[in-house]
DNA sequence: GATGAATGAGACTTCATTCAT
DNA sequence: TATGAATGAAGTCTCATTCAT
């Protein structure tokens, strides 16, 4: 099982074609990979298809990937799950207000993830894990937990530095995350149900709805109950 | 060489029972493809299993279906852009006013569709559309075409009479719709990417959106359009 | 098994509709079915086809006939076997010259049989009597044999006259067959091979093979050895 | 609900045989179908039959083949219409008398095409052209059109050489094939129609109809055009 | 007698996975 | 390491035949 946890690192344009491209099969590998399980789902993605984007055969790609729940996999770690450890570390380092550090979370991840192809795995993911029982438990594990917990971090930093109120941590999570998912889903979705409108800004819709969210969090001096319809996503 | 008399197969004469009940056979088979559709999407859902889950053979469903796809636009039909000339005939007789109609729209549209396994087969076509294309083809003609028209409508009217600021229409449509197709994605998706919240309530969700996009639309006596990217959703 | 031997009489018109059907319907049965067969050979003949264009049910089909094969049979006997003791008969009586027989032979045959549907179905044998090894056989001893039991007793008649040469009467039956095997092929055969030509006059055909085979059967009072090719066919 | 994992399917590591010929597969494929199709008809042949003949499993004549049909065309290409370059090229070389020529053609026939297996394909598809309109087109254009062509180029040779008579060329055409058809036909036909006789001598039945049509075709010196019928074969 | 709903074996084709070279 | 030929289970769809009504 090939751990293939290997980020693509820019190679120096002078080697040998042929060893270039040995060392970079995997990442061809995954690179072919990403592109189709995004464009036609899991199911639909043939490993053939794959191989030949990669420009390798068939075997090849079974000598790096066990199998094509292996190749998804991997193609999970190299995109997304992969890299949690830098953003962990990177928030964990943050150093402004927390409302500043939830802005800037939304658009790291707008520009890391949301706006490129790896938006597309997550909401293969919304659609497939029914039927792919382990991948789901698999992406369960690698990337919403991760993601809940370094969003749920954030919050309860926000809490204990006395910036939001120190309300129900679930539900906050949720509302930062429905905006993510949305944009995710209007990337990746049937155009007959989205594109037929203006073209909605995504760095603009996710700045309303952060906007709305710290409205909702913030910690006020004296608050009446005027909150309704604002905390309900 | 295998002499063939390839036709003549004496079958035993064991038990076969033959329930015998025509005109319940295609409502059982689009009740059991309905269910299997929204819980395995189209192109994992097989026939047999289909036939099975309605009490019958392989070969029974295609008495009554000629193949997979049309099963499935039966079910489409079934189950959603059958009610279209009822609908479009309630609100051609509405007479509140244009947001009462609205309301009382999208809270029928919960109750009819939103909160029913139809709401599965709209989320699917999300994922599959681009596997088959002649489904999407369908979909798009018989749901959401009718289905933008008459919300198209329900807005013009709103214009007519004076109760909406005469926006753009496309963009509007769009508005009303974004909280439908959400809510669809949550009833139906891996609960890793939702259900570990507090459960959202669908009608107070519903009836929040409604009430954004209604003050967004509403005609107000002396607005100065200071507001733009704000509104999109 | 109904035995279907029932030559189709003419029936005159006064009957009542519903009663004039039930008598009728083996006999549209295997009107259709001759059709059928003859149009797309036996294999590729769906029953249900058959019972739809004789007006009645799959289900009806197998009350008259035990199966497909059974079907086929029985529009064999109809249509061909069954005439055979008629001819027999005719042939029996037959008071003038062998070679006048023989070419009144051809002629009947021509009339009733090769320019008729029937010599579709000798022509379907030829095909498809290897996939169907009981059908082949039925054939044989329905058809083949008292064909060829008939074509010899007439030449036996002539030799034993004393109009033909005693010669190789297996050799001789086959020159009379040939040119009906001939036309009855070009009836039925795809168009490419045959009908991109000047349209053959079968009637015509007919008679110059007859004439040919005649020369070569004729008792001649002294022939010297100036027999070649009119011999080999 | 039978929860998938759909794709995940570990096999035995028990005995499978990598045959590894793949240069010779295609042929033995090829090999295969001629004997199944020519024994059995194209309908009635299962691919699953040809790969066993040939040694291999199902799935593997799908990587040579894309459909039953591609490999029936691949047949006649191998078969059949794939000599026409070499026949060609062999006939517009030709220097001897066009009588000669014809002569030659016929036996050429005899042995390459009308002795061989090839010949069953022809007779396949009197039969079954009516069922596969496409390979009834495909048939028609890379046989039937190359082959009249052929015969007509010699017939032309023969006319403008002085050597024929300018006769209708279509009806010639005709003449020259019939028997070639008819061989076809006795040669893979149930047997009992045709060898219940004296076995017909194919290169003797061949040359027959060479010198009664090249008798018909002559150019003769006078002759009183007085003959018409008796022409047709 | 007549119907036609129901059956299920079997056809073609796809594709993840294996393994000899 | 790389290949790609080979496999075979599984999927969709067909159709002769049965039998309750």
């Not at 946890?5 to 099969?25: G, I, N, S």
């Not at 939830?102 to 790896?118: D, F, V």
């Not at 795995?121 to 993601?147: C, D, R, T, W, Y």
Request: with cysteine; aromatic share 10%; proline share 6%.
């Amino acid at each position: 099982m090939p751990s293939s946890q290997a980020v693509t690192k820019p190679r120096p344009a002078t080697l040998v074609r042929h060893e270039r491209r040995k060392d970079a099969r995997p990442g061809e590998l995954l690179a072919a990979a990403l592109d189709l399980f995004v464009e036609k789902g899991f199911a639909a993605t043939r490993v053939e298809e794959v191989a030949v984007r990669a420009g390798v055969s068939k075997g090849t790609l079974f000598l790096y990937f066990a199998s094509k729940e292996e190749l998804f996999k991997a193609v999970v770690r190299e995109n997304i799950s992969g890299h949690f450890p830098q953003w962990n570390a990177e928030f964990e380092a943050y150093q402004g207000s927390t409302p500043d550090m939830l802005r800037y979370a939304m658009t790291l991840w707008w520009q890391q993830q949301g706006s490129s192809k790896s938006s597309g795995i997550a909401k293969l993911m919304l659609s497939e894990a029914g039927n792919f029982p382990e991948l789901a438990a698999f992406f369960q594990q690698e990337v919403v937990q991760p993601g809940h917990d370094l969003i749920r971090r954030i919050l309860q930093r926000g809490v204990d530095r006395g910036e939001f109120a120190p309300i129900d941590k679930k539900y906050s999570v949720y509302a930062v995350l429905a905006p993510m998912i949305f944009l995710q889903l209007m990337q990746h979705s049937n155009p007959c149900c989205f594109d037929a409108t203006d073209p909605v800004v995504p760095e603009e819709f996710l700045a309303a709805h952060v906007q709305t969210t710290l409205d909702g969090l913030r910690l006020r001096p004296s608050s009446p109950a005027s909150d309704k319809g604002s905390r309900s996503v």
